[in-house]
């Protein structure tokens, strides 16, 4: 089994995530300078491969990586969370991910803004807002 955010020889960088309560994520957006479709390839740790399992049901799975897994690169991506019937959680919680450095033969820099669109409800009628958080880089970020 693969220790997430550990993958042999390969350079990679764990973000988190703050979701606040009932707030329901859209997406996320991964700005990288330059580079080909396949500089770096984005796997979400367990719990939030298992949280958004439907939105990810087009990534492929790796045995090596030990999660599911999706290409990202030249400049910026897009990598949808919604699906349809998603339900905003009760408590806060953190969506994790890692960045993993899969062209090793370019020297190319991880993004250090990876930002997040949410739908978050407010006001007696339910209406929403969209907000936009910053994914903190490192797993013990809150």
Not at 64 to 85: D, M, N
Request: proline share 6%.
């Amino acid at each position: 089994m693969v220790e997430f955010g550990r993958y042999g020889r390969r350079e990679s960088r764990i973000y988190t995530v703050p979701v606040e309560a009932h707030a329901i994520p859209l997406s996320l957006h991964v700005q990288l300078g330059g580079g080909g479709a396949r500089d770096f390839v984005f796997v979400p740790d367990g719990d939030t491969a298992q949280e958004l399992a439907p939105a990810f049901q087009g990534f492929a799975r790796s045995d090596a990586l030990g999660s599911l897994f999706r290409y990202v690169g030249g400049g910026r991506t897009e990598i949808p969370l919604e699906y349809p019937g998603a339900r905003g959680a009760t408590s806060p919680r953190r969506l994790r991910f890692a960045l993993v450095k899969w062209d090793v033969t370019k020297n190319l820099e991880f993004p250090d803004a990876v930002h997040c669109l949410l739908r978050v409800p407010f006001g007696r009628e339910g209406r929403a807002m969209h907000e936009i958080v910053t994914a903190h880089v490192g797993e013990d970020a809150r």
